[in-house]
């Protein structure tokens, strides 16, 4: 029996016991009583069915109540097209920008992880206990050790990289991730075609000399015209036989930030020209890690036992692991840390707009209900109780907001192609923001929730003007109805300053930050100068002298260009994403291999500084006699120079950095020159010491091209670059060929995104504050025609009018600005740890926000009132008192 059943039942012998006992007190036997009343009532089904029946009844004349009046409201609208149309649009506009921004939330933050159990998952990191904060790659042979802790159920380690494929049609880079064979399991899926990687196929060769490799769904379609054709067929990566495995399903990607053509296991890395291979190195730190928790394990039971392991590493391998701890991080926090507060940041400014929307919306409605006062009356003189006449307030309100949001989910459509168009690239699963059905249920719940908001405010100043009289009561209270609605608006005007305030300081702070990073000098001069990425397969150059008599004739060849003014190579170059870091050590004081400082590296030909515009300050550059057997050199930065070499003479000093390319060890090298600074990984980090080393001493296999090109001549310069490398080699594809203010403007983009919107949400509702305080003044000055005309009759100068119109503007505005400032103040504090990782050399308590932003929205306030103020000051007093 269910709990509505019950309750009838016990309602039904309520009922049976009231009827037998009103039969009794008539002097009818108790017993007879009780028979009279089971008749009187039925049997349990029968009374059970009526009672339904009625309620029933009851609910579905309560719809058609509702029903009735919101057409009523309708056609009232309908009626009022000034004012359907500018409520309406109002809250279009608080709704689609609260509606887009939480698609992108929704997608970013809320939506689950298309892997099995995603909470289950998380990064494995390694960290310098000297640097607590520091995130880390692990070596293979840690990654090894570590995974086989009992609290993981399965850990899987990858890198990505960029390979030449032929085999498969035109010779194409492609965007591949190497990675053990763990590592579709460890996620919880599988391929859509053919199947996965199996265990041992991280090893050369495991397929009969190949190796394996699963595509993904674009890349299988776009090369064999579909997934299941793909499956079995060879292909040629970076020189090196595989075959086709598997195919993923459409829309699989890992890692999430991220876009993979396909798979590999990480079988080729193990091949190296000198040396052990890299998966046996425990100091070569290069793999990122996932792992899965094991079931009923919380997240810091395993770090603790991971903890105990990396104690242990430590002790056991003093120089490659001294420092080394391991760091948990969830999966969705591991792609959001950055993202997540820059996002709620956003999510609150909107909100902020929404209310007021809100507001601005409320303050329509009751000058409204104050022109309809007569309406009201009437209908409580024709019989309309408190309750038909709320319900008709709440009913208009339901209208225009239900009429609002679906406005407004046509502008959050428009407005999501902008975001995901603008988006910077760093935003994971930004491109998958839609109006999926959590939103639409988001949006809806607005709509009713502003409905409720702005309809109360008419509906309680209705009942406040009533004092238990009836709504006939407002026609023998006008003065003092008026007075309580001229409060209200004072209040909703004063919150609308308030909120604006708050969103305009934020803004504000964004925008300063963004100034200062742009007026960042880079360390170098992108203008002209063009970018391309050549990498050389191995199976074709398999010594470094072939890498590096390739690139040799290749630059050769492009500064005969004459579209090219000078050309240079490096791995890598700065705001690529790209970096090199290792130790180093100095002869003349040494120090044992885990005490050794680190570095960056960058592997760069002669003419480089040239192209990229980096200056020269010191000693001399690099020549084609800088080759291997000739003494080892390097160049260092200032900061460098700054860091490690300070109070020595740095030109001849002698330094060992951790990186060969032939047999017989790390050489030691002289410092020959000392070049300026270049912010390498971003525009908001500072650049980072760096020892610059000949390609031709460490051949790398794969390049990045600098060339600078004549102004104007871009076009040719990069047709150029193409012809050159395919006139070495048809084989070897070109890939990011771009300009390199491109990079620039990519490192911008972040800052530039956070700036705009906040900025954009900013002039809305300064727009929408405005828009409200305008609306006020402007029935204010209509209410107070009259007095206006008699005080301009008894001779008021224009000027006092105008004053006095601004002065009861300027001073709603001013309180709501009072208010607003303090709630910056506390804002601030909020964005201080919000936003610290995406503000540069600025404050979110900057003192030029907080100053600024209240002398705008004055600004913006005197000019909402000055309209109304020339109006009354312009007024015909004969006119209005003819009027009256």
Same mark, same amino acid.
């Given at each position: ?359 601005? =919306? /409320?303050?329509? @409605? $009751? +000058?409204? #209900? ?6 009201? !009356?009437? &209908?409580?003189? %024709?019989? *309309? ?85 009836? =709504? /006939?009561?407002? @026609? $023998? +209270?006008? #003065? ?6 001229? !409060?209200? &608006?004072?209040? %909703?005007? *004063? ?93 003349? #004081? ?295």
């Amino acid at each position: 029996m269910s709990r509505r059943d019950r309750d009838l039942d016990r309602e039904f012998d309520f009922h049976t016991e009231r009827e037998a006992l009103e039969r009794q007190a008539a002097g009818v036997d108790p017993r007879e009583a009780r028979r009279q009343a089971a008749l009187a009532l039925g049997t349990v089904e029968h009374w059970k069915e009526e009672a339904r029946s009625e309620q029933r009844g009851a609910v579905v004349d309560a719809l058609a109540l509702w029903g009735r009046d919101l057409k009523l409201a309708l056609r009232g609208l309908r009626r009022a097209p000034g004012f359907a149309a500018v409520a309406i649009l109002t809250l279009a506009l608080g709704i689609g920008a609260n509606t887009a921004v939480f698609s992108v939330v929704e997608a970013v933050l809320l939506r689950p992880f298309p892997f099995a159990q995603p909470q289950r998952l998380s990064y494995l990191w390694e960290t310098d206990s000297r640097h607590p904060g520091s995130q880390m790659p692990l070596s293979y042979p840690d990654f090894r050790d570590l995974r086989q802790v009992p609290a993981l159920a399965g850990a899987a380690a990858f890198t990505v990289g960029d390979l030449p494929m032929t085999g498969a049609g035109e010779a194409a880079h492609v965007r591949a991730a190497s990675v053990s064979d763990t590592l579709f399991t460890v996620l919880g899926v599988n391929a859509a075609k053919g199947r996965a990687f199996r265990a041992g196929e991280d090893r050369p060769g495991s397929l009969g000399g190949r190796d394996a490799a699963v595509f993904s769904d674009a890349l299988a379609r776009s090369r064999f015209g579909s997934a299941a054709a793909a499956v079995g067929r060879d292909v040629v990566l970076d020189g090196r036989p595989y075959t086709i495995v598997g195919v993923m399903p459409a829309g699989f990607q890992f890692p999430l930030d991220d876009h993979e053509d396909l798979w590999t296991t990480v079988a080729p890395l193990q091949i190296s020209t000198s040396g052990p291979p890299m998966t046996e190195q425990r100091g070569a730190h290069w793999l990122k890690a996932i792992v899965r928790l094991a079931p009923g394990i919380a997240p810091p039971a395993a770090a603790a036992q991971l903890h105990t392991l990396t104690q242990r590493l430590a002790r056991q391998y003093r120089d490659d692991d001294a420092y080394r701890e391991t760091r948990l991080v969830p999966l969705l926090a591991n792609y959001t840390a950055t993202t997540e507060p820059v996002l709620l940041v956003l999510l609150a400014a909107v909100g902020c707009v929404l209310l007021i929307a809100c507001v601005n =919306v /409320a303050g329509l @409605m $009751l +000058a409204r #209900a104050l022109r309809r006062r007569g309406e009201f !009356a009437v &209908r409580a003189a %024709l019989g *309309a109780s408190r309750g038909a006449v709320l319900r008709q307030l709440l009913c208009e309100s339901l209208a225009v907001g239900l009429l609002g949001a679906g406005a407004g989910l046509v502008l959050a459509r428009i407005a999501l192609i902008g975001l995901v168009r603008l988006g910077p690239t760093g935003i994971v699963r930004l491109s998958d923001a839609r109006l999926s059905p959590p939103v639409l249920v988001f949006a809806l719940g607005l709509a009713l929730l502003t409905a409720l908001v702005f309809g109360l405010v008419p509906a309680l100043d209705l009942l406040r003007s009533e004092h238990g009289g009836g =709504v /006939a009561a407002t @026609m $023998l +209270a006008e #003065a003092r109805t008026v007075a309580s609605r001229h !409060a209200w &608006r004072r209040v %909703l005007v *004063a919150a609308q300053f308030a909120l604006a305030l708050g969103v305009l300081t934020g803004a504000l702070v964004l925008l300063h930050s963004l100034t200062r990073l742009v007026g960042v000098a880079p360390g170098f001069q992108p203008a002209h100068v063009l970018t391309a990425s050549v990498n050389l397969p191995d199976a074709r150059y398999p010594s470094p002298g072939d890498d590096a008599a390739f690139f040799g004739r290749l630059l050769d060849r492009l500064r005969a260009q004459p579209a090219i003014v000078s050309v240079g190579a490096a791995m890598p170059v700065p705001l690529s994403g790209n970096n090199i870091a290792t130790s180093f050590d100095r002869p003349a #004081a040494p120090l044992p291999q885990a005490e050794q400082p680190s570095t960056q590296i960058g592997v760069i030909t002669p003419g480089y500084f040239n192209a990229m515009g980096i200056p020269l300050l010191h000693g001399r550059d690099f020549t084609d006699q800088d080759r291997h057997g000739s003494p080892e050199i390097a160049i260092v930065n200032q900061a460098f120079a700054r860091q490690y070499l300070k109070g020595t003479a740095i030109l001849g000093e002698r330094l060992q950095p951790g990186i060969s390319a032939f047999p017989g060890g790390d050489p030691i090298r002289t410092v020959v020159g000392i070049v300026g600074d270049t912010r390498q990984r971003s525009l908001d980090q500072a650049a980072p010491p760096m020892i610059y080393i000949p390609q031709n001493q460490v051949p790398f296999d794969g390049l990045i091209l600098v060339a600078r090109a004549r102004p104007g001549a871009e076009a040719a310069a990069a047709a150029a670059i193409r012809d050159a490398v395919h006139g070495m080699d048809a084989d070897i594809p070109i890939f990011d060929l771009k300009p390199m203010a491109a990079a620039v403007d990519s490192s911008l983009a972040p800052a530039r995104f956070n700036a705009l919107l906040l900025g954009l949400f900013a002039a809305l509702a300064l727009l929408l504050a405005a828009i409200g305080l305008y609306a006020v003044m402007a029935q204010a000055v209509a209410q107070r025609r009259r007095e206006i005309g008699i005080r301009i009759a008894l001779g008021a100068q224009r000027r006092q009018i105008t004053g006095l119109v601004l002065r009861e503007g300027l001073r709603m505005a001013g309180l709501g600005i009072g208010a607003g400032w303090l709630l910056s103040w506390g804002l601030s504090r909020v964005l201080a740890s919000a936003l610290a990782a995406n503000l540069y050399d600025t404050s979110a308590m900057d003192p030029l926000a907080l100053a600024g932003a209240p002398l705008l929205l004055a600004s913006i306030a005197w000019a909402a009132c000055a309209l109304p103020a020339r109006r009354a000051a312009a007024a015909d007093p004969v006119a209005s008192l003819r009027m009256e």
